[in-house]
């Protein structure tokens, strides 16, 4: 049995390859190839004896005697191309005997269904259009190794057909997000990603230097405040498809360069905000997957969301009474602390009284149980200081944070539009986490801004959620990872 070469001896082999075939002719880094069709358009309009002009890269290559079987795949699909030395001739032929796995060729011929029945382009000719030096990953039966996968998302593409079908759902969801937002009147606009200082969350900002303007900057964390100034300006329907930074972990569900869609509309309010999302992810579901009834997660645990709507909407206070107890809000501090260990939180030094303790409560023993696409609304105050208080209570606002899979997937509010309630909110919130107040949003906000509804989606977990994937890495193209290897979790 004959030793397998080195990843150095294939190299050096390939070279010599590309060596001969440029004596040969072939330039091994060609030209423009004009083609019929993708090999995907080229099944799907496949017709006996019609004419095509097909690229790919190789995947399969077998010889017959006089004859050479090829399968090429090009990203969109894979297809047969059969060299017969009768037809292309014996020097083609012999050069073609050069070609490795992973070369990118072009080929002009006719199609036919061979006797086993695969359809095949019987090749008249054939170009060199890039001569692969390296050995495809694992001969083509998938990148096997997780680091390599995102570290050389290229090699995870070239091999793993579940990648590429998973980034392409991406793009199909960006597009239908964009188609849906426009057919009901909204306007994509642009705003600033870099700031003279963060707002619209709290979160930690990436902070750099502005040379020309001698002034340090942040990346944005949100566009919100931006958003809501055009607002002001007469702005109707908005939205925005960008990049959120945040310096801040990384695990499963978070990355720190991450893309967000936020949505506003004026005269709207958390029901206007409700509605829509309520419109657009049956319709993603519906133009994306061709089904609403999506398989989350692996193994034993994978569970089958329903996007149908309606979607279930509930309190907070009662989702924490379901759990804790009726009589949980008339408790004191301590008893309800007892019962919160005996439920199986673990306390942390920034509970210290009922408030953070309920919060406490439904972030880390509720949400991850809400399954199925649930509104969750009326949360305290302190949490959502950009939000309007509920009408019936002041300690509460008018919100809903919408959660799937057990997780939040976006926030929906009912704006705070009065600028004295939003300069003592940012006032609060300036005093926790010693960020200046954002004088120029208040201002704004004096100037009038109507009443707005307002979301916020995370599309990395969207596509997460769509696609039945569990690791925000495996729906970014390139994720941030340790440098040297060793990726988190």
Not at 32 to 47: C, K, S, V
Not at 114 to 136: D, F, H, Y
Not at 288 to 308: C, D, P
Not at 365 to 373: A, C, D, K, Y
Request: charged share 25%; glycine share 8%.
């Amino acid at each position: 049995m004959a030793q397998a070469l080195s990843e150095d001896q294939y190299r050096a082999q390939r070279i010599e390859n590309r060596a001969k075939l440029e004596a040969a002719g072939y330039a091994p880094y060609g030209h423009a190839f004009a083609r019929t069709g993708t090999l995907q358009e080229t099944r799907a309009d496949f017709a006996e004896g019609k004419a095509v002009a097909v690229a790919g890269r190789i995947q399969t290559k077998r010889r017959m005697g006089k004859l050479m079987f090829i399968h090429l795949n090009d990203g969109s699909d894979a297809f047969q191309i059969l060299l017969k030395r009768d037809e292309v001739g014996e020097e083609a032929y012999n050069a073609a005997k050069l070609l490795d796995l992973g070369d990118i060729i072009g080929a002009k011929g006719t199609l036919f269904t061979t006797q086993a029945g695969e359809q095949t382009v019987a090749v008249a000719e054939w170009e060199l259009l890039s001569k692969a030096i390296r050995q495809p990953p694992e001969k083509w039966h998938g990148l096997q190794n997780t680091e390599d996968r995102y570290r050389k998302r290229y090699l995870d593409l070239m091999s793993n057909p579940e990648s590429r079908k998973r980034f392409d759902a991406r793009h199909k969801i960006l597009l239908g997000i964009r188609n849906f937002l426009s057919s009901r009147g909204f306007v994509e606009v642009e705003t600033p990603i870099m700031q003279p200082q963060a707002g619209g969350a709290a979160a930690k900002p990436f902070v750099t230097h502005h040379n020309a303007l001698d002034r340090e900057m942040v990346l944005r964390i949100a566009p919100e405040l931006y958003l809501k100034r055009l607002l002001v300006g007469g702005f109707d329907k908005i939205f925005e498809l960008g990049k959120d930074f945040r310096n801040e972990g990384i695990d499963r569900t978070h990355n720190p360069e991450f893309t967000v869609l936020e949505v506003y509309e004026a005269y709207g309010d958390r029901t206007s905000m409700k509605n829509l999302v309520e419109g657009l992810l049956p319709y993603l579901c519906d133009t994306v997957l061709g089904t609403r009834q999506v398989a989350y997660g692996s193994g034993e645990e994978k569970t089958v969301i329903n996007f149908e709507p309606p979607y279930r909407e509930v309190a907070q206070q009662d989702l924490i009474k379901e759990r804790m107890g009726e009589d949980w809000f008339t408790l004191d501090y301590e008893t309800a602390k007892a019962r919160a260990v005996a439920q199986g939180l673990t306390l942390t030094p920034e509970i210290v009284d009922m408030l953070t303790l309920s919060h406490e409560v439904y972030d880390k023993l509720i949400e991850r149980t809400l399954m199925q696409p649930t509104f969750v609304t009326r949360i305290p105050k302190q949490y959502v200081p950009l939000a309007k208080a509920c009408s019936d209570d002041p300690a509460l606002v008018d919100v809903f944070e919408f959660v799937v899979a057990g997780r939040e997937l976006c926030p929906g509010y009912t704006e705070q539009n009065n600028p004295d309630a939003q300069r003592e909110a940012f006032a609060r919130q300036v005093e926790a986490d010693a960020e200046p107040l954002d004088q120029d949003f208040v201002e704004a906000l004096e100037y009038g801004m109507p009443p707005t509804g307002g979301l916020g989606m995370g599309i990395d977990r969207l596509v997460m959620f769509l696609t039945g994937t569990e690791a925000i890495r495996d729906v970014l193209l390139f994720p941030q990872m340790k440098e040297g290897g060793g990726a988190s979790a």
